[in-house]
C-alpha cells in the first residue's frame, strides 16, 4: 500500500508559477511509474503529467506542454510538478498518483492504483 500527500498548492497570479510536491510513505516510490491529475470545478478529472520509475520517460497534457515539468526524487520518495507560466484554466485540485507498475506513462485515471487527497491551486487573472 502506498499512500500520498500533496503539498504546495495555493494562489498565484497568472504568469506565476508553482511548486507541488507529492510525499509517499508505506513503501518505496521507486518500483512505482507516478501521474500528476487536476479536477476543475464541474469537470472530469484530467491527466498532467506522468513519469517512469526512473525519471527518463515523461509524458505530457498538450494543455501543459513546454509550461510544466514532471520529475522526482526517489531518495527522497517524492514526486514533483513544476508548473510556470500558469493560466487561470490551471485552476483545479491536483492529486498525484501512483501507477503497479515502473514504465506506464498512460493518461487514463484507472490505470493508476494509489491517489493522493490532492491540493488546490488556484490562479487569478
Known amino acids: 500500500q502506498v499512500q500520498l500527500v500533496e503539498s504546495g498548492g495555493g494562489l498565484v497570479q497568472a504568469g506565476g508559477s508553482l511548486r507541488l510536491s507529492c510525499a509517499a510513505s508505506?513503501?518505496?516510490?521507486?518500483?512505482?511509474?507516478m501521474g500528476w491529475f487536476r479536477q476543475a470545478p464541474g469537470k472530469e478529472r484530467e491527466f498532467v503529467a506522468a513519469?517512469?520509475?526512473?525519471?527518463?520517460?515523461?509524458n505530457y497534457a498538450d494543455s501543459v506542454k513546454g509550461r510544466f515539468s514532471i520529475s522526482r526524487d526517489n531518495a527522497k520518495n517524492t514526486v514533483y510538478l513544476q508548473m510556470n507560466n500558469l493560466k487561470s484554466e490551471d485552476t483545479a485540485v491536483y492529486y498525484c498518483?501512483?501507477?503497479?507498475?515502473?514504465?506506464?506513462?498512460?493518461?487514463?485515471?484507472?490505470?493508476?492504483?494509489?491517489w493522493g487527497q490532492g491540493t488546490q491551486v488556484t490562479v487569478s487573472s
Open positions: 508505506g513503501r518505496t516510490l521507486s518500483i512505482h511509474a
Open positions: 498518483a501512483a501507477r503497479r507498475d515502473p514504465y506506464g506513462l498512460g493518461s487514463v485515471d484507472n490505470e493508476y492504483a494509489y
Open positions: 513519469i517512469t520509475w526512473s525519471g527518463a520517460r515523461t
